[in-house]
C-alpha cells in the first residue's frame, strides 16, 4: 500500500519548516548581536566625590608621589572649565592626594612640578606631603588656585 499525504498537508508542513527557519533567523540575531557586547571592557571606575559633583574622571594620564603605592583615596578632585579653576581655594591635609581634571576644550599646562600638559578629559593626580600652601595656574590661560596643606 502506498500512502498518499493530501495536498494540503504538504503546504502545512512547509509553512511550519518556513516558519520554524524564520523563528530560527530571528534567535540567531538576537543572540548575534548580544555577543558584541559580552567582551566590552567595563566603564572606569569612578569616585563618589565626583559624581557628587558632576565631575567626569576622564583617562588616567600619570601619578606622582606615594599615592598609587600607598592607595589612599583622593582628598580633593580640582577641575579645570574654560572659566578657571574648581575650587579655586581648598585646603588638605600633609600626604592627601588632589586630583586634576582637565573638563575644557583645550590642553591644560598645570604650572606644578611633575605635571604633565593635560589633553581635554585627562587626569593627573599627586600627593602634597609638605605642609605650606600651593599655588598652581594654567600656563596658556592665566587662570589661578591655591591649595594650602595643613
Known sequence: MNAVIPRHSIRTYVALLLLVV??????YAVVAAGTRFIGREPAPATDARQVANGLSPGP?????????????SLALIVSYAGQGFL?????????????????????????LQGA???QPGEYW??????????????GSSGSRGTITIK
Open 60 to 72: 588616567f594620564v600619570a601619578e606622582h608621589g606615594t599615592a598609587a603605592l600607598k592607595g589612599t
Open 125 to 138: 593626580q599627586t600627593d602634597f606631603a609638605q605642609i605650606g600652601t600651593v599655588s598652581f595656574s594654567n
Open 22 to 27: 524564520a523563528i530560527a533567523a530571528i534567535f
Open 87 to 111: 575650587p579655586q581655594t581648598a585646603t588638605i591635609k600633609a600626604g592627601d592626594t588632589v586630583r586634576f581634571i582637565n573638563n575644557s576644550t583645550t590642553p591644560l599646562a598645570l604650572s
Open 116 to 118: 604633565p600638559t593635560l
